[in-house]
């Protein structure tokens, strides 16, 4: 059974710093892993998908790294404004017969202090 | 593009109720999957529906249950409401079925009391 799981659970960072956040996975027969950015009681927002023939995907100050025989994966945030300041959720599509469903980590709760 | 819709936005219950939620998909989406977020946790899967059938499902009892309709929006059913199916109930909708990208609604924050 695939396990996902996110270090640190909460983080807080003054605003301008560079910072990593870290999902792990147990089974790295995955076929894709996303990360996502949830606001407070609102639905999720997806920010990078990274196929696992990649390594990497970068888009604006978000870049995150896959590892898939480790069964790693770390996002990391350059220049880090008040407005980053969300939960940060890593979820895994496994290959084969269960690649319809998203397995997600409990998420980083990200504070970017102004 | 119309985006992934979920209604209604917020809804409370009493223990025994039933409930029913609605989600309509991405413009060109023929895939729905329905989460369930409880408070601190991540979204646990709850099924999906492809082509008005059921695709797969998750670790829920059998009064947790869904609708596809022709045009691809979905429902979701829960009966005998209990205390613990208080959460955020989140809809995602992709292309196709598979390990495809998935985009998901506001959620619908359900609340049983």
């Known amino acids: 059974k695939q396990e996902v799981t996110q270090i640190p659970a909460a983080l807080s960072v003054p605003e301008g710093e560079n910072l990593v956040l870290n999902c792990s996975f147990t089974d790295s027969a995955i076929y894709n892993l996303q990360w996502f950015r949830q606001d407070p009681g609102k639905g999720l927002t997806s920010l990078l998908l990274i196929q696992s023939s990649q390594r990497e995907q970068t888009s604006g100050r978000l870049n995150a790294s896959l590892d898939k025989s480790s069964g790693r994966s770390t996002l990391y945030i350059a220049a880090s404004q008040p407005g980053d300041s969300a939960t940060y959720l890593c979820a895994v599509t496994n290959s084969g017969g269960s690649n319809y469903k998203l397995t997600f980590g409990k998420g980083t709760l990200l504070t970017v202090n102004p | 593009e119309t985006g992934v819709t979920q209604s209604p936005t917020h809804l409370i219950k009493t223990r025994g109720q039933q409930v029913t939620l609605r989600c309509s998909s991405q413009s060109g989406h023929n895939t729905v999957s329905w989460y369930q977020q409880a408070l601190g946790q991540g979204p646990q899967f709850i099924f999906q529906y492809y082509r008005e059938e059921e695709n797969g499902r998750g670790n829920f009892p059998p009064r947790f249950s869904g609708l596809q309709f022709p045009n691809y929006s979905s429902e979701l059913n829960v009966n005998a409401l209990e205390l613990d199916d208080s959460a955020l109930y989140l809809c995602?909708?992709?292309?196709?079925?598979?390990?495809?990208?998935?985009?998901f609604g506001p959620g619908t924050r359900l609340t049983v009391l």
């Open positions: 995602a909708s992709s292309l196709q079925t598979g390990a495809n990208e998935q985009f």
